[in-house]
């Protein structure tokens, strides 16, 4: 990806680069959120019930993702959004001073 | 010793630090006032947001919720841990880039418009307000308990403690305080919860101790054993639900939602330098907040267990001294409907002889559990801590509301910086006092009010900010209409169902099967649609608000 990326950069305006910029920070998004809303909404909410027919150890697994697995996935999440952000900003040449 | 001597010991420490920092770390100018300056560190800023968001409601009912709850109580996991995702991803970056003091600084720009806001203040007042009566009243929970004061008494050394550091210290000093609020909070949230799960599982993390077997049953694992005790009480299995699905989510939704919203959350976003320490902020608050809250639901299990294996078909005469105790404060309640002498805790009304207030579960499991006196008055500093944190961080958005955005940016533009300085001291002073009254006298539908809250962030702020960051068309005809449209539906569906019409509060009457509490989903749904289906029929915003808004999407500076 960086490749492919790399020669625009240098020969896009900058009001291009910022689009770009952020049309891949709504990509991020919108995979993030999807794995958000699958884990919550999915596997803690909407399949618990089929979930809960899976132990895992002393658990029924759609009850340890609704009170337990969620709330782990989310702090990857973030963590994953700032990873990639901070290495976009970069690339972007977009970071504040 | 016993436990009101050393809770009076731990009180003490700890009030004395909060007031020692709240001295050190005077504000001097508004900026430090409303912001900290806009200097505190990306992991004091963490440690601050998670003491700021983890109220009384999260240390002291959570647990207890969800230990009468069983799987439905993860509405609360969920939603109170799944809306950070939001924050970080939607919200923080680019509100900190944008870069001002609050909230409706943001929508009153955003929208060029003083209606709007002035709907803005309005509604952060109003969600401030309902939150920080709830957190006197947990301040005088643990008053009235621990230290056998009357709750009156209680509020009023809670409220002066608040009043010294928010009046005085601003933003700086309550992001201080906080900082050392979450160290002793969670350090008391956690010890009775290791200690207990070691003597139920063996297994000193709660996290994994919850999913274990017990130590005097071998073989049988503690989830399996709590859903037998349920189910032979009449109750439903713990980890099977009650709710309809739809209702769940639908609440969620609302609590997640309606956290994103929330303005005291949000403007602690404000104090970071830069886009990136929002960012890593955010991950630091959804760390610290989760090791309570992946804690909680352990904790919910071990107290349950405890509860039914140490008083269900017990003789009265022979009940532990804790339970006397909190007899004595109404909060558990025995009536002997049979006449034998023995204590029923079934689910059927006609023959349950025993009431047990939810709120009380979290401090009296440590006396349930038999631990050392010493743990037990740690979890009272923790409720104080809980929820003296959230009060100061409420109240500071109530200050800033109305000596910032109401006169200084509505009313008297041309007010010199220390008149607005000592107006938003004034401002904290006056919230603290009403907060106060609340918490001596509060308003018997406080649990009511504050489902409305997160439903009323939810269809109002949550809606109006995303799109003002995502969507360059939106203008305030749309927003304003759609924060409008979404406010009134979610409160006139609330007030129906909790104020006017009780007895229709049901699922067969509920629109969608979907309960007052998870209304705000709706209403946020609605909010939306209303707003992009307005804006599009009238004038696009003008282009100094559409490069304001390319401006907050990028973290460097343009020219």
């Given at each position: 990806m960086q490749n492919e990326l790399k020669p625009y950069i240098y020969t896009m305006s900058e009001q291009e680069q910022?689009?770009?910029?952020?049309?891949?920070?709504?990509?991020?998004?919108?995979?993030?959120?999807?794995?958000?809303?699958?884990?919550?909404?999915?596997?803690?909410?909407?399949?618990?019930d089929e979930l809960d027919k899976i132990p895992l150890g002393g658990f029924k697994l759609g009850f340890w993702f609704a009170q337990q697995g969620a709330i782990y996935v989310f702090i990857v999440l973030i963590f994953v959004y700032m990873w990639l952000m901070n290495r976009l900003d970069k690339r972007f040449n977009v970071e504040e001073e | 010793m016993d436990i009101q001597v050393w809770t009076y010991i731990l009180v003490g420490i700890?009030?004395?630090?909060?007031?020692?920092?709240?001295?050190?770390?005077?504000?001097?100018?508004?900026?430090?006032?409303?912001v900290a300056g806009g200097g505190v560190s990306p992991l004091a800023n963490g440690m601050a947001t998670a003491a700021d968001w983890m109220s009384a409601a999260s240390f002291i009912s959570m647990a207890g919720i969800i230990s009468f709850m069983g799987r439905d109580g993860s509405v609360y996991l969920l939603g109170w841990t799944g809306g950070y995702v939001l924050l970080a991803l939607l919200l923080a970056p680019y509100l900190r880039k944008f870069g001002k003091f609050t909230v409706p600084d943001f929508v009153g720009d955003r929208y060029y418009s003083k209606t709007a806001r002035i709907v803005a203040i309005l509604c952060a007042l109003f969600v401030s307000f309902t939150y920080v009566a709830g957190q006197m009243r947990g301040v005088g929970i643990v008053f009235s308990r621990f230290l056998e004061v009357e709750i009156e008494i209680g509020v009023l050394i809670g409220m002066a403690i608040v009043f010294f550091y928010a009046v005085l210290g601003g933003m700086k000093g309550i992001t201080y305080t906080q900082v050392a609020q979450y160290c002793v909070l969670i350090f008391a949230f956690m010890v009775p919860a290791i200690f207990i799960s070691m003597m139920m599982t063996g297994n000193p993390i709660p996290q994994l101790g919850f999913g274990s077997d017990l130590v005097n049953e071998p073989g049988v694992s503690l989830l399996d054993k709590l859903d037998g005790l349920s189910e032979a009480l009449g109750f439903n299995a713990y980890t099977s639900g009650s709710k309809s699905t739809i209702d769940v989510f639908f609440i969620t939704?609302?609590?997640?939602?309606?956290?994103?919203?929330?303005?005291?959350?949000?403007?602690?976003?404000?104090t970071v330098p830069k886009v990136r320490d929002a960012r890593k902020s955010a991950f630091y608050?959804?760390?610290?907040?989760?090791?309570?809250?992946?804690?909680?639901?352990?904790?919910?299990?071990?107290?349950?267990?405890?509860?039914?294996?140490?008083?269900?078909?017990?003789?009265?005469?022979?009940?532990?001294?804790?339970?006397?105790?909190?007899?004595?404060?109404?909060?558990?309640?025995?009536?002997?409907?049979?006449?034998?002498?023995?204590?029923?805790?079934?689910?059927?009304?006609?023959?349950?002889?025993?009431?047990?207030?939810?709120?009380?579960?979290?401090?009296?499991?440590?006396?349930?559990?038999?631990?050392?006196?010493?743990?037990?008055?740690?979890?009272?500093?923790?409720?104080?801590?809980?929820?003296?944190?959230?009060?100061?961080?409420?109240?500071?958005?109530?200050?800033?509301?109305?000596?910032?955005?109401?006169?200084?940016?509505?009313?008297?533009?041309?007010?010199?910086?220390?008149?607005?300085?000592?107006?938003?001291?004034?401002?904290a002073g006056c919230a603290v006092v009403i907060a106060g009254y609340f918490g001596i006298n509060p308003p018997d539908y406080v649990a009511a009010v504050v489902a409305f809250a997160f439903g009323f962030a939810a269809a109002t702020f949550f809606p109006a900010i995303i799109m003002g960051i995502f969507s360059k068309r939106m203008n305030k005809e749309g927003a304003i209409s759609g924060m409008i449209v979404g406010l009134l539906f979610t409160a006139a569906y609330i007030i129906y169902f909790k104020f006017i019409n009780k007895e229709a509060n049901t699922p067969e009457n509920w629109w969608f099967g979907i309960s007052p509490e998870g209304i705000g989903t709706l209403g946020m749904l609605l909010n939306f649609l209303v707003a992009l289906v307005v804006s599009r029929f009238t004038k696009p915003p003008p282009q100094p608000i559409k490069d304001m808004i390319s401006d907050i999407r990028i973290p460097k500076k343009l020219k």
């Open positions: 910022h689009r770009k910029y952020w049309r891949m920070n709504l990509r991020y998004l919108a995979i993030l959120l999807t794995v958000w809303f699958m884990v919550s909404y999915g596997c803690g909410i909407l399949f618990v | 700890t009030f004395a630090l909060y007031i020692g920092i709240a001295i050190w770390s005077r504000a001097a100018s508004t900026k430090e006032f409303y939704a609302a609590l997640m939602v309606g956290t994103a919203g929330l303005p005291h959350v949000i403007v602690r976003f404000f608050a959804l760390l610290f907040i989760a090791i309570l809250y992946t804690t909680a639901p352990a904790i919910a299990a071990f107290a349950r267990t405890n509860l039914i294996q140490s008083i269900s078909e017990k003789p009265y005469a022979e009940v532990p001294a804790w339970f006397t105790k909190w007899e004595e404060t109404g909060l558990i309640a025995y009536e002997d409907k049979n006449q034998d002498g023995i204590i029923q805790y079934v689910a059927d009304p006609a023959t349950n002889e025993l009431t047990i207030d939810r709120d009380i579960m979290v401090l009296a499991n440590p006396e349930i559990a038999q631990l050392p006196n010493w743990v037990i008055a740690l979890v009272a500093a923790g409720g104080l801590a809980a929820a003296l944190s959230t009060a100061a961080g409420l109240l500071l958005v109530i200050s800033t509301a109305v000596s910032h955005d109401l006169l200084k940016k509505t009313l008297r533009p041309d007010i010199s910086e220390k008149k607005e300085l000592l107006a938003a001291r004034i401002a």
